[in-house]
């Protein structure tokens, strides 16, 4: 126990933070267990009896496949249960001094050869067989392989076949129908800026609960995603999810609440770390094909994979192939705005004079009116060709070397509709015009995204690695319009609207951009996992190790966007900006008793000149065998990202700004309010985000073959990195720009820590599995109920609810399937609770008060998927996605009746799948 506490106290680095508990006695961990086994494939049925008894266990899935279990039943130990599962198989049972269980397939008979056998010492062990499966282990939200039993972090996790049933198409549509996930689509995204006809890229992001996508980190096999280079002004930097194909996917492992002191900055309200497959069992295909029920928005999918898994050698080998169809707005009649903009000349006086030239489709009685919505696409047109190669070679003695690349290129384009701008006239009159002499304003986006890593490991031992990563973006744009050529023409007798435009000024007029950006990251790692000796509830755990990043941002917009000769967008400046960050980390795992684990965990980051300390504790108790109690609570932080330390999104008019105490006087006033104009700039003096989280969790497993969790998530952002608006100048100075007289002016608006966000949410999982002699029935259900969301910034120090609007109160989602021999069948229910249909900050307005509409309903919609197995190695799949084509409700102004984050566009959708292995 002396030389136990000597290595602890060298090993213990920032994690000087234990306290002394009590141990209590170990309790009997192979007592009988009721096991309920599907009969069928050997590989489920073996990560069943590992799932209900909660036992590791080695196999190669690859080795097992092609051998079936007759299914068990009845309350056996664990080994005994495990010995008539595999009885008349031609399969090997082994264990280890430590208690896991190996099961590995005897190969036929061979003719006679010399002893060259692999001797006894050679049986596969945990720590010396890289291509065996432990299950369930899932490191997510620890770097210390562990157990279910052992987690002191509730991890979600999201099956291959899980995914395979869901019928979604993307890993995008598959996270964003998560329960408390908010998905921005490509087309949202891209009207992210200064303007929405010079669009920012087209990245597909998601974010936790809320909290937006800078406080959720995306990883690839626990490495960060690159950021997406082209910048979302809103937003920041966002997480590109377009370019990694659901058919390259393992599993998808969710953590909620802040895990800094794991994996650093951005993980503050939660992690999602995407698994990538690294085998496959022989080659394999896939063809996919769907389409609406409207007889539009055609997918087409062609998927091929291939690998091998012996001795030495392990490698995975996939490409994808993927194409949709564009779907334009006027394709669905619910899709419109109910506020339309007037064409033609609004005078000072409040007199409307319709466009002589009102284009066709806007004439009505009352005027020339024009309705946004109806142009923007619903579904941009794409093309995404992506390949994934994994490869692992064994040099013997527990280490390994491996290599993996991801390569993606993607084309998009979409619709905007024609820019639609004012031009205000010398008198103070207006022009409302839409420039359709111009054509539809049609961006596209090529996006080329390459991910190499490499490393050597060791098992039991330590890992180090290098990654280079690379997300390169083109945006070109048709149809923006160019202000100088434009007031030329305005001065030469041109009146938008009202007479006609000459055909030899319309390519000086409408030019062509084009905007670069990119992204390059260097990760390297090393870092080691030892076990310290033995505790009364087993072998005391540490991690430990270094991180290495930079980072480096590029972008190079049209000589138009930097020189402002484009309407409605503002000057921006050719960048390239690269910073470094480094951390060290440790984690210790301490079993104090058999039903008691205590998990330590401390990061200190160095980031962009900025030194961050990330702590975590987490405590589990399990007081019976069928219940767990989980507490864990820490501090995460968020550096300003080099796309943040820039300017915010840009106010293209005078600002009436009411009078306070806390002005100076007006250089211009009218009607009581202080008229001034506004600049954006760009604040490098920003600093790094902080938060604070903490979880109680409770899970009750009375049964092998049921689960039922409850979670409780508090996230605490503060210094939150936000947008100055015009009222902020009534408290802060350093907005003001006066002029000689001492009189405001001029606004400078800039990104500022001026924020605070609070997030509370209960999070339900129930799991329920039935076996029964001809298959298997499953009920899962997961649910949130989001308690708080809410907003305090520095100008007021009020709160601003959050709650209700873009995040719904309550989510859920609910799935009933059945897996026979032949074949299988899933019913998804996804159910959305109403949100507001106004502005966080503001009320209802009082025409939409008067109308009812200040509530857009809950949404019900339910998906079926059907599977059939045809002959030994094809399976075809028809799956229906919102099967009572349920229309999107939205009555927030702008959105065109339709939440992009939550709703289906297209509705009723037919997929048909075709599966070979």
Not at 62 to 82: I, N, W, Y
Not at 249 to 256: A, S, Y
Not at 354 to 376: F, I
Not at 843 to 865: E, F, V
Request: charged share 20%; glycine share 10%; aromatic share 6%.
């Amino acid at each position: 126990m002396e030389a136990l506490i000597r290595r602890l106290r060298r090993s213990a680095l920032c994690l000087a933070l234990m306290a002394a508990m009590p141990a209590m006695a170990a309790a009997d961990a192979g007592g009988p267990v009721d096991y309920q086994v599907a009969r069928g494939p050997l590989v489920q049925a073996l990560r069943e009896w590992s799932r209900q008894g909660d036992t590791p266990l080695l196999f190669d899935a690859r080795e097992l496949a092609g051998l079936d279990s007759a299914g068990l039943r009845g309350t056996l130990p664990p080994q005994a249960a495990l010995e008539k599962l595999l009885r008349g198989l031609p399969v090997k049972l082994a264990s280890s001094p430590a208690g896991i269980f190996t099961v590995r397939r005897i190969e036929a008979p061979r003719p006679p050869a010399p002893p060259a056998a692999v001797p006894p010492a050679r049986v596969p062990q945990p720590a010396t067989a890289p291509e065996v499966e432990l299950a369930p282990v899932h490191v997510t939200g620890s770097r210390l392989p562990r157990t279910s039993l052992q987690t002191t972090m509730v991890v979600d996790v999201i099956e291959r076949e899980d995914i395979r049933r869901s019928g979604y198409g993307s890993l995008f549509d598959l996270l964003r129908h998560l329960p408390g996930m908010n998905g921005r689509p490509p087309v949202d995204a891209s009207r992210d800026g200064d303007s929405p006809y010079l669009p920012g890229g087209a990245a597909a992001a998601t974010s936790l609960d809320g909290m937006g996508p800078r406080a959720t980190l995306f990883l690839v096999n626990g490495r960060r995603l690159p950021r997406y280079p082209m910048v979302s002004l809103q937003q920041g930097a966002l997480t590109d999810l377009g370019g990694i194909p659901l058919s390259f996917v393992e599993r998808i492992e969710l953590v909620r609440g802040g895990a800094s002191a794991i994996y650093g900055a951005d993980a503050m309200a939660g992690v999602v770390n995407i698994v990538l497959r690294d085998q496959a069992d022989g080659p394999e295909a896939m063809l996919q094909t769907g389409i609406s029920n409207q007889g539009d928005g055609a997918q087409y999918r062609m998927q091929a994979a291939t690998g091998h898994s012996g001795e030495g050698d392990d490698w995975f080998l996939g490409i994808d192939l993927q194409q949709a169809d564009h779907v334009a707005g006027d394709r669905r009649d619910w899709h419109r705005e109910r506020q339309r903009y007037p064409i033609g000349l609004l005078t000072r006086d409040g007199y409307y004079l319709p466009a002589y030239l009102c284009p066709s489709g806007m004439r009505e009685d009352s005027g020339c009116w024009y309705d946004s919505s109806r142009p923007r696409s619903l579904q941009p047109a794409s093309a995404t060709a992506a390949m994934y190669t994994h490869w692992r070679h064994d040099a013997g003695n527990g280490l390994h070397a491996y290599a993996e690349l991801r390569a993606s290129h993607a084309r998009q384009r979409y619709e905007l509709g024609p820019t639609a701008a004012a031009l205000r006239l010398a008198g103070g009159d207006l022009i409302n015009h839409v420039f359709q002499e111009g054509g539809i304003v049609r961006p596209t986006v090529r996006s080329l995204e390459l991910d190499l890593a490499a490393g050597l490991s060791r098992d039991g031992g330590w890992d180090a690695g290098l990654s280079r990563q690379r997300s390169e973006t083109t945006l070109s744009t048709e149809g923006a319009v160019r202000t100088s050529r434009l007031l030329d023409a305005v001065a030469d007798g041109y009146f938008p609207g009202f007479t006609p435009l000459d055909p030899a000024l319309r390519a000086q007029l409408f030019p062509r951009t084009r905007n670069r950006g990119r992204t390059d990251q260097w990760l390297a790692w090393w870092g080691l996992r030892r076990d310290l000796g033995q505790l009364p509830g087993g072998a005391a755990q540490l991690a430990g190790g270094i991180d290495l990043r930079h980072e480096t941002w590029t972008s190079r917009p049209d000589r138009l966007l930097e020189d402002g000769e484009l309407a409605l967008g503002l000057p921006t400046g050719r960048r390239r900006l690269s910073r470094q960050s480094s951390a060290a980390y440790a984690e210790l795992g301490l079993p104090l008793a058999a039903p008691l684990r205590l998990d330590l965990a401390a990061r200190l980051d160095h980031d962009a000149g900025e030194l961050s300390f990330s702590p975590r504790a987490g405590l589990r108790w399990n007081p019976s065998p069928a219940w767990s109690l989980l507490l864990s609570g820490g501090r995460g932080y968020r550096a300003p990202s080099l796309f943040e330390r820039r300017r915010p999104p840009g106010y293209f008019a005078t600002e009436a700004l009411p009078w306070s105490p806390g002005l100076p006087a007006c250089a211009h006033t009218a009607d009581n309010v202080c008229l001034v104009d506004v600049q954006v700039i760009e604040n490098t003096g920003v600093k790094a985000e902080t938060s604070r989280n903490q979880s109680l969790g409770a899970i009750w497993n009375p049964r092998p073959d049921l689960t039922l969790s409850l979670t409780h998530n508090r996230v605490e952002l503060r210094n939150e990195i936000l947008a100055l608006r015009p009222a902020d100048a009534g408290w802060n100075a350093d907005t003001w720009l006066l002029d000689e007289h001492g009189r405001l002016q001029s606004l400078r608006l800039y990104f500022d820590n001026i924020g605070q966000t609070v997030s509370r949410n209960w999070v339900l999982h129930g799991d329920y599995v039935r076996a029964v002699p001809a298959g298997q029935w499953r009920f899962s259900l997961d649910a949130i109920h989001q308690q708080a969301l809410r907003r305090r910034e520095r100008a007021s120090g009020r709160w601003i609810d959050l709650l209700g609007h873009a995040t719904p109160g309550m989510a859920g989602t609910a799935a009933l399937q059945w897996q026979g021999t032949h074949w299988g069948s899933a019913l998804h229910a996804r159910y959305a609770g109403s949100t507001r249909a106004w502005q966080p900050g503001a009320a209802c307005p009082s025409t939409q008060r008067g109308d009812g509409k200040c509530g857009n309903p809950t949404q019900l919609r339910w998906n079926l998927h059907l599977d059939r197995r045809i002959g030994a190695r094809m399976t075809a799949a028809l799956d229906i996605l919102n099967l009572l084509d349920t229309k999107p409700v939205n009555y927030l102004p702008g959105n065109g009746g339709l939440s992009t984050g939550q709703d289906d566009p297209l509705g009723r959708y037919f997929q048909l799948t075709l599966q070979f292995h």
